[in-house]
């Protein structure tokens, strides 16, 4: 496989523009009485028509029998091994909520529990605080500074928070103090290698600080954390393939993933025909566009096998503003599979479809899984969709003379 | 690709079950006369069958060109990347006579030759002495302790033997005493490495003394060594897979192969129908199968195209034994081709069918090479059938968050 190291040298900058569509968890399974996926129950005369115009095949986002979670499945469509390019737990909680990480920062994933006046855990979850009082204990919590360390306390959901340690020198090689189970102390947070001493002590004076700050807070009177995770230097999409990248997402998670890799954050709204005119709008100042749409995979998760037809068809219902701008690239597919009759993620490879003036058509004329797999690209790899993006584009060199 | 330190931290246990039935060089080539191949030509119901109602491809055992030996083809359907797990030369033969081989072992092919009285090879096979005679020399040769070392002296066929030398902090990174020709002597066995001088020195002393033994048995007056190989140390298929897995085959060889990877080794007869029925037997006590076929092999190699038709009809006719279990996820492939046109093993690629649940079926309706082309898996290296069989008996956690 081509690494970034060699695309980089192939790379050139040029006006021509790609869009990225990601159909979040589009690919599926077929609807026990009618033999159909999702996709290929719901009408979609517009994607059906970018399948006709372009080249189809099947994608598999980590490789044959993986089922990726998200932040794997995008990561190898805009073109980074996902193997090789990992995002840690901490830093994906921290995504998720739309906190601003910067290069340096530990984060880590947080439970509010109960201690016993022994220390003693009782509930992992402290009986699952609501939203509004885990938020007013971040409050409590947040901006402590230990040792010349901020401590940044986010709320997620429920009894769920994020930490982030921000300072200099701080490694993330760090045990879990959650012990998973209850009947046990909260465990000491050890360095996992030499560098990470100081990380240790400031994670373990946190905690300890949490104790006291949340001693009348029952049942929410300790945390837990676990996920430690450096906010990842990844090479920036602008370096590695010299394009200038605009990402399109509502959800906080996916504009973070984008983040990583350097796209520019255009704010947008939450339904498609938002994220559509996002792009219109802002369509002379870039060369790449990652837009995605959610609700396809949160229907699958629900395993609501009509609401992702819906979704689809909602989808290809808006197209026509994105198909109208003609992009020299049009890319269309899925970060991974989420059938509805599995009510979550799947190994299932997806379809996918490229058009662009030179892309060698092939005689596929539906979008869908059992289509695209007699398309002209076979199975590939997420990661050659950006290779064969950039290239359909004009953006890749000769490699070798 | 993902490898198998990935997959060990995905991979959980469960009651699912597995079945791998590996029809040994299935794939073939088209008859002169009537332009179909032997798995074409059988009438095979039950394999079309489940090719129906599973999802098809065609597998490369090694990568394309590349002609598989049965270890190789073996190993890569059990999950082991074929170009990093490697077996030696001398290991395989003693797994073909089914030498109980352990950890530390080292092993090497050996021949009986004939020498003259100023010890130049006159016939590097000592004129193909019968295997009677060669099973009474190995006879007069096994048991030797040399400086504490034991060599365990098994006859294989004809002037061929299998030596294994049993000891502490023995090396296999030896050169061969066989010189490949006649008119020379024996080579000294020298050491290929600073840490195998004691291996080469007993290996020598072994030649020694086995040439002194068989001064008066002319005309296999001395022995030819090569091939030496350490008894591998893989990981184990629990460690990996989390499985608890099973190998019934009847040929040692094959046996061997399951044993090297951590297969528990189920007694069984010779015929499929006596090897299908140890699975139903055994089917409640393990979570994964290994069926191996060899006959298939053998009249391929034979060049008799109509024997391999009637053993695929065979294996046809008993399958329903196995399809009436309905394991969660069933599998049937081969570890390479063996066109009886070609009489050998084949770099082709060879059909794959799996039928599960959760296998988005293809249009597939039919278990051939050519159907198998059209089939939703495409094509893919041999090493992905474990991770997609796992992920059918979704046995695989997501990967990445």
């Known amino acids: 496989m081509i690494g970034l190291e060699q695309i980089r040298e192939i790379a050139r900058a040029s006006p021509s523009k790609i869009v990225l569509l990601v159909i979040d968890g589009l690919g599926g399974l077929p609807h026990p009485e009618t033999g159909r996926t999702e996709l290929e129950s719901a009408k979609t ?14 994608v598999d986002p980590v490789g044959p029998g993986i089922t990726p979670g998200s932040a794997p499945g995008h990561l190898a469509l ?7 390019f ?63 360390v901020e401590a940044l306390v986010s709320p997620v959901k429920e009894h769920r928070f994020v930490v982030v340690l921000r300072g200099a020198g701080l490694s993330s090689e760090l045990s879990d103090s959650d012990p998973q189970k209850e009947g046990l102390a909260p465990k000491a947070i050890a360095p996992l290698s030499p560098l990470a001493d100081k990380a240790a002590n400031i994670a373990n004076k946190f905690t300890k600080e949490a104790w ?10 300790m945390v837990l954390l676990r996920g430690f995770a450096h906010y990842p230097d990844f090479p920036k999409m602008s370096e590695v393939f010299r394009l200038n990248p605009a990402a399109i997402a509502f959800y906080p998670m996916y504009r973070g993933l984008a983040k990583v890799v ?28 990652f837009v995605h749409v959610k609700e396809t995979d949160s229907a699958g998760e629900d395993g609501d096998f ?13 197209l026509p503003r994105l198909i109208d701008l003609d992009p020299d690239v049009f890319v269309v597919t899925a970060d991974h599979s989420t059938p509805a009759v599995l009510k979550g993620h799947s190994w299932h490879p997806v379809p996918f479809l490229l058009r662009s003036k030179w892309c060698r058509r092939d005689g596929v004329d539906q979008f869908s899984e059992r289509a695209c797999v007699a398309g002209g690209l076979g199975r590939l790899p997420a990661t050659d969709v950006m290779p064969l993006a950039l290239a359909n584009a004009l953006k890749l060199k000769k490699f070798g003379a």
């Open 45 to 58: 005369p517009n994607l059906d028509r970018l399948a006709r115009e372009g080249i189809c095949g099947m």
């Open 78 to 84: 805009f073109g980074y091994d996902p193997l090789k």
């Open 86 to 148: 990992t995002v840690g737990r901490g830093v994906l909680e921290a995504l998720g909520v739309d906190f601003d990480l910067k290069e340096g920062d530990v984060a880590a994933r947080g439970n509010f529990c109960t201690v016993d006046a022994n220390g003693i855990i009782t509930d992992r979850r402290a009986g699952r605080i609501s939203t509004e009082r885990c938020t007013e204990l971040c409050q409590l919590l947040d901006g402590v500074d230990i040792d010349g």
């Open 212 to 221: 006291a700050r949340l001693a009348h807070r029952h049942p929410a009177n």
């Open 262 to 289: 350097g796209m520019e954050l255009l704010p947008t709204g939450a339904t498609i025909e938002e994220e559509f005119s996002t792009l219109v709008e802002h369509y002379n100042s870039y060369d790449f566009f």
């Open 306 to 318: 009509e609401r992702k037809v819906r979704v689809i068809e909602e989808v290809d219902s808006v």
